[in-house]
């Protein structure tokens, strides 16, 4: 526990010394938004979205973008870089466990990710008043499911990718798909209905943030949906991971 | 007293017999060295030793215990230094240190080895700014930071210019003066000859000799030879009786000696009780190169 606090420490330490990474990954988000607020049109209501206006209803869409970025793509990436540079075997030699360090990643992986989203929704209230999630407890949930269940397929890139250029290679489609299934790319309401719908159900479950953002309670499958590839994901990285 | 035992060790990597059937013991307070070719399975079998590999036959045992089970009491009690192994980019080199030393009940200053190991200018540089044979110093460091009772290092100067090897060789005596036993692994004969007690030669996966490095030497390469210009003529015969001299030749103005044991001492004293006096005298001995090469049939890298 105390080597976990250390190393802790220390991968924080190293996460905010990589300034332009952590500027993109926290900030990005809330740059796009504050772009599109600045654009009036964008602000008005419309049927399109329920009588909402284009950034309410595109909120939850940027939301993805840092989640996509950590999730699939700097956290396992770091991880395999870890493996590959042997640091974690370095690690396996002293007193403290490798498993320390990949609990570190996650937990400055989760903490960007909280960062981000909360700038997103204070800028995005105080700015251009996009309304507080209506329903916070389902907010939270959709929000906590989402976020494991790419953490964990992030893991499972670590975990399968013996280097680090596999896991790019297995990390850059991910991303992709990603944020094209979470309405970054093209807004979902410009999307083939049955590829929105496919967005339903791929992590980070973009709908059910949206549904509990602007409107009544995220959907109870959506949310069964991300937790089983949460704990699939998961389970299967643990089984695959190597420290070496 | 032997810290380590390793008795008939095997490893294999899918077909690969890295380590075929190695038996050694490492007594405390000793600086043993494992010497052989590339690919030898000199790192698989320290690598053993550490804990790091699971053995496929054989059994190893460190400071009495079993390195898979008892892995959390000897990674306190044992330092290891990896072959490849590196640091994050951004890490400073105090940082590591400090991070590694909170690690241990035990550890050493951190600042203080810094010092030791010359980088107290570089003690905020990252890691990645940081020259090849920094790298290697801050990873000797890291092995020692823990004061460990073993220090497992794995290509300890691979990477150093002359000036700093000679350094870590001082620095690796002065940690053996301390009690540390030091398990090792080099390619350099220079620095297996002036720091190793004992050496392990291993080749294809097999020890082929384990003895100190004069014994390794003179085991395998015993013949020495002496060079002189006699200032009177010598009689051959006054060389040949010796027990020491196996042959005697003239080049030129030259005698050429060659024998085993004190051959120097041998040669000297004759000449001088007949009162010849020796000019340009020089002994020429096998090095532990000869002995390598010998062993293994590899010419050493260097
Ligand atoms: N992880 C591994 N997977 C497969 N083969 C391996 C692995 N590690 C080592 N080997 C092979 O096992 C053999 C012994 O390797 P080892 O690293 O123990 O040699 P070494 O004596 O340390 O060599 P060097 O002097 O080059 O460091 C080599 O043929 C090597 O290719
Ligand atoms: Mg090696």
Known sequence: ?244 | MPVIEVTHLKKRYGDLVAVDDVSLTVEAGEIFGVLGPNGAGKTTTVECVAGLRVPDGGGVSVLGLDPRRDAAQLRQRVGVQLQESQLPDRLRVAEALELYASFYRNPADPAALIDKLGLGEKRNTAYKKLSGGQKQRLSIALALVGNPEIAILDELTTGLDPQARRDTWGLIEQVRDSGVTIVLVTHFMEEAERLCDRIAVIDRGRVVALDTPTGLVSAVAPEQRVRFRPSAPVDDRLLTDLPEVSDVRRTGGQVVVTGTGDLLHAVTSVLARHQIVAADLRLEQSTLDDAFVELTGHRPVD
Do not use: C
């Open chain 1, 1 to 244: 526990m105390h080597a976990f606090r250390q190393i802790l420490r220390i991968e924080a330490r190293l996460y905010l010394r990589d300034l332009p990474t952590l500027l993109t990954i926290v900030g990005l988000p809330t740059m796009i938004l504050v772009v599109l607020g600045l654009i009036p049109s964008l602000r008005e209501p419309d049927p399109n979205f329920d009588g909402q206006n284009f950034v309410n209803y595109f909120a939850p869409s940027l939301l993805v973008v840092t989640l996509a970025m950590v999730g699939v793509n700097t956290m396992p990436m770091a991880l395999a870089t870890y493996r590959e540079r042997g640091v974690l075997r370095r690690l396996a030699t002293t007193p403290a466990h490798p498993g320390a360090l990949l609990a570190a990643q996650l937990v400055v992986a989760l903490a960007a990710i909280l960062a981000s989203a909360l700038l997103l929704i204070i800028v995005g209230r105080l700015a251009f008043g996009v309304p507080l999630p209506e329903h916070p407890l389902g907010f939270a949930l959709a929000f906590v499911l989402g976020t494991a269940a790419l953490l964990a397929l992030g893991l499972l890139v670590a975990a399968v990718a013996r280097t680090t250029k596999a896991a790019q290679a297995l990390a850059v489609p991910l991303f992709l798909l990603t944020m094209f299934f979470g309405g970054v790319y093209l807004p979902r309401f410009l999307l083939p209905d049955a590829v929105a719908r496919i967005g339903d159900y791929t992590p980070p479950g973009v709908q059910a943030l949206l549904d509990a953002w602007t409107g009544p309670s995220p959907q109870p499958l959506h949310l069964a949906i991300m937790a089983v590839i949460a704990v699939t994901a998961g389970a299967g990285a643990a089984k695959l991971f190597r420290w070496e």
